[in-house]
Nanobody, 123 residues
């Protein structure tokens, strides 16, 4: 239901823009988020945005470098990633949350997940 795209191989200091689209429909969700998972590590919160008001929140490791945004229709979300570092290498997942939870930074707060897109940053 969620299709993530835009990953690839980039050198350190470069940029990528990830996209996430809801296939065939808009979601009745509170907001959307991006997470990432590197091999052997737990899924890590990256960013989240609320549809209403556009409130955003970022993980400490990406704050100031990544920007989450939504499209005009309520069926797409983007992640602009600048000044990429090798530590950003991971599979990136987009996710949708049906309603606001007390902790929007944990995977359990999200109901819909995309298939993931690989981001590799070379040094």
């Amino acid at each position: 239901q969620l299709q993530a795209s835009g990953g690839g191989l980039v050198q350190a200091g470069g940029s990528l823009r990830l996209s996430c689209a809801a296939s065939g429909r808009t979601f009745s969700t509170y907001g959307m988020g991006w997470f990432r998972q590197a091999p052997g590590k737990e899924r890590e919160f990256v960013a989240t945005i609320a549809w209403s008001g556009g409130t955003t929140y970022y993980g400490d490791s990406v704050k100031g470098r990544f920007t989450i945004s939504t499209g005009n229709a309520k069926n797409s979300v983007y992640l602009q990633m600048n000044n990429l570092k090798p530590a950003d290498t991971a599979v990136y997942y987009c996710a949708g949350s049906s309603y606001r939870r007390s902790q929007m930074v944990i995977p359990a707060s999200y109901d819909y997940w995309g298939q993931g897109t690989q981001v590799t940053v070379s040094s």
